[in-house]
């Protein structure tokens, strides 16, 4: 199995689709979530998500609406779809392959994950 | 709202999307991006200027966020999409219009029974008979025996095939009752519209008649409608 090197950096699709999997969210959550899991390892140029994410809307992964918020914000949700979900299985198979592969090659813990 | 300097970055921004009818969405996106990442770094303590500068830089470059959305937004699918939604609009409004116009017309043609005045009327039926000339539905709606001894036989008639143009009706047949009167004198008369609506009249007819014969027997086609005169709804 390829890895997809597209998207800004290949992971980007599969974090993405992971945090959507869990809750509906909007695009400064979706920064700060991949922030504080990631012990701040993952910090984006934050604009360039966006692109990500509409070309994920394009794509069918993701729908999004509109809300309100109480304090008058307007807040864009992406929902992952039926595809998006389909899409994140196997997004996870080619990182279960890559990482294998990589541990494998650098001779660490390859067994652990085999 | 975002400092001048945050305006300027999204204009920046949107400076690279050419598709106009996203940009406001694009626009408002981005700004209450900003505008949570400044009030984060005011939680944190840093000042307003800081927090605004900080929260701009944080964005990274406006000119590759721009290419890459213009990339989502291409104009060409855009202007197709937009189109295309314009051009169902207008045949949508096109067609409501003229199917619309003349359903209306046809409602405010369909007064002739007011026509009568009440006062004339020894009875009023409703009649609900339908009979079928190949694609022409002819629908009897109501006979009226007024004091003069007319009779009209309303009727309405349309063709099955919306927009054929059918042939217009110009016999409903033979009338007669119950009796052994055959009526052969009298008039008809019409409007057009989708449904057509027609008062035949027939003179002289005879108020002790209990039953109503229309028979058409023309062109090798054949109907026959029985409607009765004194066992229906009555008006005085």
Redesign the interface.
């Known amino acids: 199995m390829k890895i997809d090197k597209g998207l800004?950096g290949g992971g980007t699709l599969l974090l993405v689709l992971s945090l959507l999997e869990e809750a509906d969210r909007?695009?400064?959550e979706i920064?700060k979530e991949l922030e504080t899991r990631s012990d701040k390892t993952f910090q984006?140029?934050?604009?360039?998500l966006?692109?990500v994410l509409?070309?994920l809307?394009?794509n069918g992964y993701v729908t999004s609406y509109m809300v309100k918020a109480e304090s008058g914000?307007?807040?864009?949700y992406y929902q992952i779809t039926a595809k998006g979900k389909k899409q994140l299985i196997e997004e996870k198979e080619k990182w279960q392959t890559f990482s294998v592969a990589v541990n494998k090659v650098i001779g660490g813990g390859a067994h652990a994950f085999a | 709202m975002p400092s001048p300097k945050g305006e300027e970055f999204l204009d920046d921004v949107l400076s690279f999307i050419k598709f106009p009818f996203d940009r406001a969405t694009i626009r408002l996106e981005l700004e209450s991006h900003l505008q949570d990442k400044f009030e984060d770094y005011i939680e944190q303590g840093y000042d307003e200027e800081t927090a605004g500068q900080l929260s701009i830089s944080n964005m990274g470059d406006a000119k590759v966020i721009g290419t890459e959305l213009n990339r989502e937004h291409n104009p060409y699918f855009g202007w197709l999409w937009v189109l295309t939604r314009y051009a169902v609009i207008l045949l949508i409004v096109v067609n409501v219009f003229f199917v619309g116009v003349s359903v209306v017309m046809s409602l405010f043609r369909s007064n002739l029974i007011n026509e009568i005045p009440k006062s004339n009327i020894v009875y009023n039926i409703k009649v609900d008979k339908k009979v079928r000339l190949d694609d022409t539905v002819i629908q009897f709606t109501n006979v009226i025996l007024e004091k003069d001894g007319q009779l009209d036989i309303f009727y309405d008639y349309y063709n099955t095939k919306l927009w054929g143009t059918g042939w217009s009706l110009g016999n409903i047949g033979t009338i007669s009752d119950d009796l052994g009167n055959v009526y052969h004198s009298g008039s008809g008369s019409g409007q057009g519209g989708m449904i057509s609506h027609n008062r035949r009249t027939v003179d002289h007819f005879s108020s002790e008649a209990n039953t109503l014969i229309i028979s058409y027997d023309d062109f090798n086609r054949k109907y026959r409608v029985e409607i009765q005169l004194k066992a229906g709804d009555r008006n005085e």
Do not use: S, V
């Open positions: 800004l909007y695009g400064y920064i984006y140029k934050e604009g360039t966006y692109p509409h070309k809307e394009n914000k307007k807040r864009k």
